[in-house]
């Protein structure tokens, strides 16, 4: 199993531009969520879905949206980048029960110039 | 407001040494709480569970404890190795729904050092 994927790792874009980050996960895991990381903060929560085709605002949802067409993707959209978003952002998807832990993705390090 | 503190923010250790990270929390109602490491460039994983009634769990050289009355939790680790380098969070749940309603800590982010 590879567990939680994303792509890309690294991008740049440049103020106005857009861009799709991509979580995939093969564990069959229902729930997914899309977090950012800035230092000196904890993780937060952009959105989240709790199944195929279904999506929710998490703490800092603006300037972002996403979709979850099939139950394994979870994409990210930025429509048009601004420099405050320029962050790590980390997919994770939960396995009920035991507490629900959450499986983390590797990461994308995105700097929008 | 839910919040999560640790202490410290960082700390240099030599290898061999124990070290104890904390955690205090203002979150209610609680169900849960979980320690994770966090590797350079890498995503949280993690360490340790524990519930309302649980005092005390091991995993390896990393022991947690949780003490609900007062709020508080630690990590100790034990004979620290150079691939104990990394940042530890502490997440709190404060429920058994979608984990829509984590609060993260700021993580420790610990070195350790020959």
């Known amino acids: 199993n590879a567990g939680v994927t994303q792509t890309p790792k690294f991008r740049v874009l440049k103020t106005g531009q857009s861009m799709t980050l991509l979580c995939a996960q093969d564990m069959n895991h229902e729930y997914m969520y899309w977090y950012r990381q800035d230092p000196g903060m904890g993780l937060r929560l952009i959105h989240y879905s709790v199944g195929e085709g279904t999506t929710a605002k998490g703490e800092v949802p603006d300037g972002y949206n996403v979709s979850r067409l099939k139950k394994q993707n979870f994409l990210l959209g930025l429509e048009s980048a601004a420099p405050s978003q320029t962050s790590v952002y980390f997919c994770?998807?939960?396995?009920?029960?035991?507490?629900?832990?959450?499986?983390f993705g590797p990461g994308t390090r995105l700097t929008v110039l | 407001k839910n919040q999560v503190e640790q202490s410290p923010q960082s700390l240099i250790i030599l290898e061999g040494k124990n070290c104890t990270l904390q955690?205090?929390?203002?979150?209610?109602?609680?169900?849960?709480l979980r320690w994770y490491k966090q590797d350079t460039g890498r995503g949280p994983v993690s360490l340790t569970i524990?519930?309302?009634?649980?005092n005390t769990k091991s995993n390896g050289r990393y022991t947690a404890t949780l003490d609900a009355d007062t709020k508080q939790s630690s990590l100790h680790i034990t004979a620290s190795q150079l691939s104990d380098s990394a940042s530890y969070i502490c997440v709190v749940s404060p429920n058994t729904g979608t984990a829509s309603k984590l609060t993260f800590g700021t993580g420790t982010r610990l070195q350790v050092t020959l």
């Open positions: 955690c205090n929390y203002t979150v209610s109602p609680f169900s849960n």
């Open positions: 994770a998807s939960i396995r009920t029960g035991e507490g629900n832990e959450q499986f």
């Open positions: 524990m519930t309302f009634s649980e």
